[in-house]
């Protein structure tokens, strides 16, 4: 059985950084995408990053307009595990952050932006 552990996490002050990470206790087998999104109190959950495999070369990143510039996405594919770099953050990137595996969420990890 696969499961996500999310981690990284927290309270931080406008203008901070987090870094999350999400791993995968299992083995999955040929990752396609990785990504991670995001729920608001009050609102639906929404894409903030995603990435996938290039079949020669570097993977593929794709980001919601409102991270860009800000959050970097990376993966360890050895490691069955998805990075999510956050810089400059804003009270408005409050939100609980899930990692996503195809077929799979993770627990969800809380961060606050907060001054």
């Known amino acids: 059985q696969v499961q996500l552990v999310e981690s990284g996490g927290g309270l931080v002050q406008p203008g901070g950084s987090l870094r999350l990470s999400c791993a995968a206790s299992g083995s999955i087998w040929n990752i396609y995408v990785m990504g991670w999104y995001r729920q608001a109190s009050g609102k639906q959950r929404e894409m903030v990053a995603t990435?996938?495999?290039?079949?020669?070369?570097?993977?593929?990143?794709n980001y919601a307009d409102s991270v860009k510039g800000r959050f970097t996405i990376s993966r360890d594919s050895a490691k069955n595990t998805v990075y999510l770099q956050m810089n400059s953050l804003k009270p408005e990137d409050t939100a609980v952050y899930y990692c996503?595996?195809?077929?799979?969420w993770g627990q969800g990890t809380q961060v606050t932006v907060s001054s």
């Open positions: 990435i996938t495999s290039a079949i020669t070369g570097s993977d593929r990143t």
């Open positions: 996503m595996f195809p077929g799979y």
